[in-house]
Each structure stands twice: as C-alpha cells, then as structure tokens.
Nanobody, 127 residues
Framework: QVQLVESGGGSVQAGGSLRLSCVVS????????LGWFRQAPGKEREGVAV???????GAADSVKGRFTISKDNAKNTLFLQMNSLKPGDTAMYYC?????????????????????WGQGTQVTVSL
C-alpha cells in the first residue's frame, strides 16, 4: 500500500523558514516524479515544486528563489525547504507521486499527473 506522510508544517512569521518532509513507503519512487502542492482556503490546489526521478527539479514562479525541493533516496524522503515565507504561502501542503517517469518539470508539478497523495501538513505565515 502506497503511503505518503508529510510533516514539518507549523506557524511562522513572515520572513521565516520551514522544512517540510514527506516519507514515501510501499512505492518504488525511483525514476518517478514526486511533487509538492498546496491549497489555501477557497482556492484550487496548485503545484509548488517537483523532483523528477532523473534528478531534474522545477518550481512555480511564485516560489522560485525561496523554496528548494530535494530528496534523500536512502530514506525515501522528499523535502521542501521554504525560506523567506510570506503570508501568501499560507496553505495546506501536500506531497504527491506519479505512477511513471513522465511528468511536467518546468513551472512546477502538474496536478493531473499525480496519483498518490498524502494527508497534508498545514503552513501558516503571519505578519
């Protein structure tokens, strides 16, 4: 059974940092794509950053230069380092995985390409 479990969310002030983690189990993610998405209240879920199995990464324009995606293959864990956080970054953050090795990288992850999802971790940024 595929499981993605996010952690690391919390409440921070604007300008602060958080590091999200996503542990992936029951799934051979090698070669496939893992992505971070977020959804704010009343808004659609949007792609944030993607880690392709070949090592390429991509991010949405809104987070470029502030967020960094990385992966620890030995621990099957995906990370999202978030710096210079803004109130507009407040959302539930989700980790997701594709079922094959083709996915959109430029501009960040494309939601329809992802099949497996975690339960999310809340990030709240205040002024």
């Amino acid at each position: 059974q595929v499981q993605l479990v996010e952690s690391g969310g919390g409440s921070v002030q604007a300008g602060g940092s958080l590091r999200l983690s996503c542990v992936v189990s029951g799934y051979r993610s090698s070669g496939h794509c893992l992505g971070w998405f977020r959804q704010a209240p009343g808004k659609e879920r949007e792609g944030v950053a993607v880690f392709h199995g070949d090592g390429n990464t991509g991010a949405a324009d809104s987070v470029k230069g502030r967020f960094t995606i990385s992966k620890d293959n030995a621990k099957n864990t995906l990370f999202l380092q978030m710096n210079s956080l803004k109130p507009g970054d407040t959302a539930m953050y989700y980790c997701a995985a594709t079922t094959w090795n083709l996915c959109t990288v430029v501009g960040g992850p494309h939601l329809p390409e992802y099949k497996y999802w975690g339960q999310g971790t809340q990030v709240t940024v205040s002024l």
